[in-house]
């Protein structure tokens, strides 16, 4: 017959993470959110400028149903309002053409607009996050051009 023996229990059994482990799984977190965080920022960053640039094409098209209506482009000083509230002197105005107001650029601000314009027969434009001509990245300008 086979006999069994019990053999003493020398070394209890833990439950749980080592210090060392740990420390190797947050370098391994720390080395990841380095790698993958800029790249998620900058895409964050390439949607705003293309959600301008995207609200500006509706705008354009706005202005010109305008145009259409009205025979002429809103003055600068009346700017994209006359898409909203009829302008005085807007004979033929069928708006409201924008159906929840102006809308601000992505980064909360207003859209510029110039007519005649500078770079086209009018011009929109968003100064970007720093909303002040020129810059890069971020800051750079978003128009109609």
Known sequence: ???TRNLPVTRAYR???TLIELLVVLVILGLLAGLVGP???NALGGAKTKTAGVQIKALEQ???MYKLDVGRFPTTSQGLNALVQKP???DGWNGPYLKSGVPKDPWKNDYHYKY???KGEYDILSYGQD???GGEGEDSDVGNW
Do not use: C, R, W, Y
Request: proline share 10%.
């Open 131 to 133: 909303n002040s001509p």
């Open 116 to 118: 005649p314009g500078e």
């Open 39 to 41: 790249n998620v920022l």
């Open 15 to 17: 439950t749980g993470f």
């Open 88 to 90: 005085g002197d807007a």
């Open 1 to 3: 017959m086979l006999q």
């Open 62 to 64: 706005n202005l010109e």
